[in-house]
């Protein structure tokens, strides 16, 4: 993971737009966000994770598991593909571009 930084650095990327969350740490903040949940905010959560093929359960799994999610704002939307090829050479999986509107994959 460090050495993926190294190469976004190395891109041209701004530290402030890296992020590293880990595993742990992820798996904490779902579980405290659950537990302030009512009934008919989990229920709607539950929804919302059938309609975008479980995307918030698929991290979660990961992170339980041990893997840290890994985080790069972009500025542009032209930078995907480089920023995707970058992680992917430091192995990287599960790679989403996620926009306001629409969740890209770009990897599996």
Not at 8 to 13: I, P, S, T, Y
Not at 40 to 54: H, I, P, S, V, Y
Not at 67 to 86: K, N, Y
Request: proline share 1%.
């Amino acid at each position: 993971m460090v050495q993926a930084v190294f190469a976004l650095h190395a891109d041209g990327h701004d530290s402030e737009d890296i992020h590293i969350m880990s595993c742990w740490d992820y798996v904490a903040a779902v579980e405290r966000k659950r537990q302030q949940q009512s009934q008919l905010t989990k229920m709607l959560a539950r929804l919302l994770t059938l309609m975008d093929e479980g995307f918030g359960d698929i991290y979660l799994h990961e992170a339980q598991r041990g893997s840290h999610i890994f985080v790069v704002h972009l500025p542009r939307r032209e930078q995907i593909q480089r920023v995707r090829d970058l992680l992917l050479l430091h192995n990287a999986r599960l790679i989403r571009y996620v926009d306001t509107w629409t969740v890209t994959y770009l990897s599996r």
